[in-house]
């Protein structure tokens, strides 16, 4: 009925014919076979490719004025507290549950940002501290006991009764713990050359990191500086060196709270990881010894460990995840369109967050998502198509060897 509908039906139906006793050849029909099997190869490959994206990838517009410094995000992932660089100075900005993201206005000079899920903290300029509830949209000033002239806050982290800072006058960075509204003495490192750049709260005291700015020849650049602080009752902080070493300096500490895995004693209390390294802290103050040099790291920028314990890193060659124990990471293919140049990262709620250079893009990253249905149902694709390639390779060599005689 269809082909009568056409003006020029002998044109249609010709090479129809020609085909199908092409096809019906028993002479042709290997070749057909072989022909089929090349054909659904490429759309298999195709397939495979892209199977092998990343689910669970979203990214969204964030009309931040600049870079993100530093972001804390709220328990339920929906608000944050963030350092944003902007015009060379820094700026407080908060995120609504909406998405929307605004300035805070603190009548101050921030410089830094810590604290945890449930309460953010500020530092600035002079000395300045403030608090905030997770969510709100007010921060209140607090007025802290300083042994002395107030000086600048470098870096903070702790909670609301007690804490630990970095703080700097002229070119003397001293660390101190906060109690209530009292400050302790600071606590300078014996070598001069080590310059202290971030402190974060772990079980049992604190881990600092910083850079040395010696250049040892037989050794190279030692930017590899990893301390620990431990409270003094009677005055300024103690610090001990955990860690000295050749290469990139390191930039990021993950407080572990909880264990990982179940232990009796020395247990992993945090991670630090740098530009071409990822280390374990035990709380016998043991350093490298669940973790390496990790493959694949070299130029890393950002790294973050999601609520399975997986580790999250963005380095020059890509994105990797790996499970720590690993021997090596995982390149982790990303949907197309998605930005490159990924820094900042964050857990927001149950997910593993992460901001372009420029801070204009939110990449958002469900790690429960390769564990999904879709992802299931990926994997069963892929053992279908393997099953089909060898049902064709099957059937189209047993037809070979049947028109040459061999079967």
Same mark, same amino acid.
């Given at each position: 009925m269809f082909f009568n509908s056409l003006g020029h039906r002998g044109t249609v139906t010709n090479p129809l014919e020609r085909l199908f006793s092409f096809v019906d050849s028993p002479s042709e029909r290997p070749w057909v076979a072989m022909g089929a099997l090349g054909i659904f190869i490429l759309i298999g490959a195709s397939w495979v490719n892209q199977a092998q994206v990343l689910p669970g990838v979203s990214t969204s517009d964030t009309d931040l004025p600049g870079p993100v410094v530093d972001i804390?995000?709220?328990?339920?992932? /929906?608000?944050?507290?963030?350092?944003?660089?902007?015009?060379?100075?820094?700026?407080?900005?908060?995120?609504?549950?909406?998405?929307?993201?605004?300035?805070?206005?603190?009548?101050?000079?921030?410089?830094?940002?810590?604290?945890?899920?449930?309460?953010? /903290?500020?530092?600035?300029?002079?000395?300045?501290?403030?608090?905030?509830?997770?969510?709100?949209?007010?921060?209140?000033?607090?007025?802290?006991?300083?042994p002395g002239a107030a000086p600048d806050i470098v870096s903070l982290d702790g909670h609301l009764t007690s804490g630990w800072l970095i703080a700097e006058i002229a070119t003397t960075r001293t660390v101190h713990s906060w109690t209530g509204l009292d400050v302790s003495e600071g606590a300078t490192y014996a070598i001069e050359d080590i310059i202290l750049d971030e402190i974060e709260s772990v079980t049992g005291g604190a881990l600092i990191i910083g850079h040395d700015q010696t250049n040892n020849p037989a050794q190279g650049l030692s930017s590899e500086v990893l301390l620990e602080a431990g409270r003094n009752s009677s005055g300024p902080p103690i610090l001990t060196m955990l860690h000295r070493g050749a290469g990139a300096p390191l930039h990021t500490i993950i407080p572990i709270d909880s264990p990982l895995t179940d232990c009796i004693q020395n247990c992993?209390?945090?991670?630090?990881?740098?530009?071409?390294?990822?280390?374990?802290?035990?709380?016998?103050?043991?350093?490298?010894?669940?973790?390496?040099?990790?493959?694949?790291?070299?130029?890393?920028e950002t790294l973050e460990m999601d609520r399975q314990g997986a580790l999250w890193f963005h380095s020059e060659n890509g994105l990797y995840n790996m499970q720590i124990g690993d021997q090596n990471p995982t390149l982790v293919k990303l949907p197309d369109g998605t930005p490159s140049d990924l820094r900042s990262a964050s857990?927001?709620?149950?997910?593993?967050?992460?901001?372009?250079?420029?801070?204009?893009?939110?990449?958002?990253?469900?790690?429960?998502?390769?564990?999904?249905?879709?992802?299931?149902?990926?994997?069963l694709g892929d053992l279908i198509l393997v099953l089909t390639f060898v049902a064709f390779f099957g059937f189209g060599g047993h037809a070979l060897l049947r028109k040459h005689g061999v079967v």
């Amino acid at each position: 009925m269809f082909f009568n509908s056409l003006g020029h039906r002998g044109t249609v139906t010709n090479p129809l014919e020609r085909l199908f006793s092409f096809v019906d050849s028993p002479s042709e029909r290997p070749w057909v076979a072989m022909g089929a099997l090349g054909i659904f190869i490429l759309i298999g490959a195709s397939w495979v490719n892209q199977a092998q994206v990343l689910p669970g990838v979203s990214t969204s517009d964030t009309d931040l004025p600049g870079p993100v410094v530093d972001i804390i995000w709220s328990e339920d992932g /929906l608000h944050a507290f963030a350092l944003i660089e902007n015009d060379g100075a820094m700026d407080l900005m908060i995120r609504s549950n909406t998405g929307t993201w605004s300035s805070l206005e603190c009548n101050c000079n921030a410089t830094a940002i810590g604290g945890s899920n449930d309460l953010w /903290l500020a530092g600035g300029e002079g000395g300045w501290f403030g608090v905030m509830i997770a969510g709100d949209t007010n921060i209140a000033p607090r007025s802290l006991n300083w042994p002395g002239a107030a000086p600048d806050i470098v870096s903070l982290d702790g909670h609301l009764t007690s804490g630990w800072l970095i703080a700097e006058i002229a070119t003397t960075r001293t660390v101190h713990s906060w109690t209530g509204l009292d400050v302790s003495e600071g606590a300078t490192y014996a070598i001069e050359d080590i310059i202290l750049d971030e402190i974060e709260s772990v079980t049992g005291g604190a881990l600092i990191i910083g850079h040395d700015q010696t250049n040892n020849p037989a050794q190279g650049l030692s930017s590899e500086v990893l301390l620990e602080a431990g409270r003094n009752s009677s005055g300024p902080p103690i610090l001990t060196m955990l860690h000295r070493g050749a290469g990139a300096p390191l930039h990021t500490i993950i407080p572990i709270d909880s264990p990982l895995t179940d232990c009796i004693q020395n247990c992993l209390i945090a991670i630090v990881g740098g530009g071409d390294s990822i280390y374990g802290v035990t709380s016998d103050s043991t350093v490298g010894k669940n973790m390496y040099r990790v493959s694949g790291s070299i130029g890393m920028e950002t790294l973050e460990m999601d609520r399975q314990g997986a580790l999250w890193f963005h380095s020059e060659n890509g994105l990797y995840n790996m499970q720590i124990g690993d021997q090596n990471p995982t390149l982790v293919k990303l949907p197309d369109g998605t930005p490159s140049d990924l820094r900042s990262a964050s857990m927001a709620g149950e997910n593993v967050v992460l901001f372009s250079e420029d801070g204009q893009s939110r990449v958002t990253i469900d790690p429960t998502a390769q564990h999904s249905l879709l992802r299931s149902l990926s994997l069963l694709g892929d053992l279908i198509l393997v099953l089909t390639f060898v049902a064709f390779f099957g059937f189209g060599g047993h037809a070979l060897l049947r028109k040459h005689g061999v079967v």
